[in-house]
């Protein structure tokens, strides 16, 4: 069984750029998340995906970072501009139902200069 | 204040050692705990889960779960040079209202090196 996997592994853009960054789910898994680490902090949750349905978007920082389902299979985040402190790495997670355990991408590495 | 504080460590032991990690908490609606184990460059991988208080043994490592002092700890027997990782707690409350169970709180990880 394949895992989760994203890409890219690592993106440095400028600031005021766009960056898309992609997550492929475990095939059947229908609940996705998406979290953050932020240097020195903890990872955070961003949002969780039910299908192509945003189930909880609370943690998402602000409006410049948008997340989509397409069909509910892969997922994309783009951050539009990005700014200093967006950079960190993104994972990317997925779990067959509510109860069950979290499977995690390697995530993706963003720097913003 | 942070919801889950877990000392960054680093920790360093020598090969064969016990080893205990540890987490608390404020959230009183937590109640499935999870440890997971991070080796560079890669995703968290899930080490160990419980669902509310008590004692969870798999193999080399054991979980437990005080929910009446908001505190939770791995332990690591005969530790190998291979366990040398970041550890992290991460726990969820109930999934009543539609919040997922994988909705997770992550304590900021303890670095473990195992030296042979």
């Known amino acids: 069984e394949a895992g989760v996997t994203q890409f890219p592994s690592h993106s440095v853009i400028e600031k005021g750029q766009t960056v898309t960054l992609r997550c492929d789910p475990i095939?059947?898994?229908?609940?996705l998340y998406w979290y953050r680490r932020v240097m020195g902090k903890e990872i955070k949750f961003l949002l969780h995906f039910v299908k192509e349905s945003k189930q909880d978007e609370s943690g998402m920082p602000n409006n410049r970072f948008l997340a989509e389902r397409t069909g509910g299979t892969y997922s994309t985040l783009k951050v539009q501009p990005a700014e200093l402190e967006d950079s960190g790495v993104y994972f990317c997670?997925?779990?067959?139902?509510?109860?069950?355990?979290?499977?995690f991408g390697n995530g993706t590495r963003l720097t913003v200069t | 204040q942070k919801e889950v504080e877990q000392d960054p460590g680093p920790l360093s032991v020598p090969e064969g050692a016990i080893v205990s990690l540890n987490c608390t908490y404020s959230n009183s609606a937590f109640q499935y705990f999870m440890w997971y184990r991070q080796y560079s460059r890669k995703g968290p991988e899930l080490l160990m889960y419980?669902?509310?208080?008590g004692n969870k043994e798999d193999g080399r490592f054991t979980a437990q779960v005080d929910k009446s002092s908001k505190y939770i700890s791995l332990f690591i027997r005969d530790s190998q040079p291979s366990d040398s990782a970041t550890y992290l707690c991460?726990?969820?409350?109930?999934?009543?209202?539609?919040?997922?169970?994988?909705?997770?709180?992550f304590g900021q990880g303890t670095i473990l090196t195992v030296h042979p």
């Open positions: 997670a997925s779990s067959q139902d509510f109860y069950s355990p979290l499977h």
């Open positions: 991460a726990m969820s409350a109930d999934s009543a209202g539609g919040t997922s169970y994988g909705k997770l709180t």
């Open positions: 095939s059947g898994h229908d609940n």
């Open positions: 419980t669902y509310s208080s």
